[in-house]
């Protein structure tokens, strides 16, 4: 059976993922992400009413053209995780292929609530929910398995497709973590048995958005510890204390959410991503949040809120905002600015449980957003946080694993592949040869 691999978006940066597996006459698609960054560089763009050409042509989405040179048929369009640089394209780009939408119950319902905020186009395409450890035919001869894995976001997977060739295993985006705080641990031991059963992996295509980093990316476990040193010192301090992280971070909220409930606060979550990913996630059962949790998305409802906080004291709440990176519209940001009833005092405190993407939109504006704060009088705690991303020695530990045959590097772009290049080669890999480092918009014939 003939294998080939499209590889359509996020090769040549973090962000806008698309990857297309043909085998035989059946083509799998994984991700159709959004490069965000593409996007807010420029000032009030709203992207729901735009063409895919044109954000095909700003780089914002990958260009998925390239598709028709493949010769078979799309059967299953596959979002590993519900983070916008593996998502966020799908409501541009998915309705152009006859084929469902596969992935886990968060995930998809993230999913269709991009669906439901498109304006120009209309996705109908079913969206169906496989849970980790499940599968699903493709074609006649070749079957989707879903592996459970680690990351940012709750429900993530590593898609693998199996053929008479060998397994594909789709790497992007995990790290191996053994106490997630929310859901099960890495399947490793099913990676264990992927690489020796039947024939093998033929092809892994890995994440390697920390290859340039040496040593583990700590447990989620770490970040939880990290928060709680930093909020029981709080304890007995009497103004306010206001926190922010990745909405999508579920874990992370819970964290906070807890140890805010524990130091005599109640906890508020204020913003819109916020309201919109804690929300699904409680709906959906994955995540147990106190009864009476506040979530305010809408701007006079999260001002409301603020005047309640005001009102009664800052003393007894610690609202969960927005504006980790420093986003101009986000919520921490407006209360920099002084937009929010939320009135700083010298001395208040500010945790950033995240770090800075390190980009350079990012950095000036996150910049812009602690002085701000700082002249209010807030005082910062900075990068609270570990990545969701394997390093090195996380990628040593996939190799020895599933032992691939070929391995593609994705998930960066040049200067990001070379310590992925590095460590591959030293168990064995050779560029050109087994180690396919590529760009955008190209095909890797694996099997003729
Ligand atoms: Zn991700």
């Given at each position: 059976m003939e294998i080939e691999i499209a590889t359509v978006g996020g090769y040549e940066e973090v962000g806008r993922q698309m990857t297309a597996v043909r085998a035989g006459d059946d083509i799998v698609i994984f991700d159709m992400g959004l490069n965000l960054s593409k996007v807010l560089i420029h000032d009030n763009l709203r992207t729901e009413g735009m063409h895919s050409l044109d954000l095909i042509d700003m780089g914002a989405i990958p260009d998925d053209r390239i598709l028709s040179d493949l010769d078979g048929t799309v059967q299953a369009i596959v979002p590993t995780h519900g983070h916008l640089d593996h998502i966020g394209a799908i409501s541009k780009l998915a309705h152009r292929y006859d084929a469902p939408i596969v992935s886990t119950p968060f995930t998809s319902a993230l999913v269709e609530e991009e669906i439901d905020d498109e304006d120009k186009f209309h996705t109908d395409n079913d969206v169906v929910q496989m849970n980790a450890g499940g599968t699903m035919s493709i074609g006649e001869r070749c079957e989707l398995e879903f592996v459970n894995v680690t990351h940012s976001i709750i429900d993530a997977i590593n898609p693998v497709l199996h053929t008479p060739e060998g397994a594909i295993v789709y790497g992007l985006d995990k790290r191996m973590d053994h106490t997630p705080v929310i859901g099960d641990p890495i399947d490793m031991k099913r990676f264990r048995e992927i690489g020796r059963e039947g024939e093998g992996v033929l092809c892994y295509i890995e994440d390697?958005?920390?290859?340039?980093?040496?040593g583990r990316t700590p447990s989620e476990a770490v970040a939880r510890e990290q928060l709680e040193d930093v909020m029981l010192s709080l304890e007995d301090y009497d103004g306010g204390i206001v926190a922010t992280t990745f909405s999508s971070h579920i874990a992370r909220v819970t964290s906070i959410v807890e140890f805010a409930e524990r130091i005599g606060r109640q906890p508020v979550l204020l913003g819109r991503s916020m309201e919109q990913y804690s929300g699904t996630a409680e709906r959906l059962g994955l995540v147990d949040f106190p009864d009476d949790l506040g979530m305010y998305g809408h701007r006079r409802s999260v001002d409301r809120a603020f005047e309640r906080v005001m009102n009664e004291g800052k003393e007894n709440y610690l609202p969960v905002v927005t504006g980790h990176q420093g986003e101009p519209r986000a919520m921490l940001t407006r209360m920099g600015r002084g937009e929010t009833p939320y009135e700083l005092d010298q001395g208040d405190k500010v945790i950033f449980s995240a770090r800075v993407i390190p980009e350079p939109t990012n950095v000036g504006q996150r910049y812009q957003s602690e002085k701000l704060l700082g002249m209010q009088g807030a005082r910062i705690y900075d990068d609270v946080h570990v990545s969701g991303h394997l390093r090195q020695e996380g990628h040593y530990q996939m190799l020895d694993a599933l032992q691939p045959q070929h391995v593609i590097p994705a998930h960066q772009d040049m200067a990001g592949f070379s310590g992925y290049v590095e460590l591959a080669g030293n168990q064995g890999y050779k560029l050109g040869r087994d180690l396919h480092v590529t760009s955008n918009g190209n095909t890797i014939q694996l099997v003729g």
């Open positions: 390697c958005t920390n290859a340039n980093k040496k």
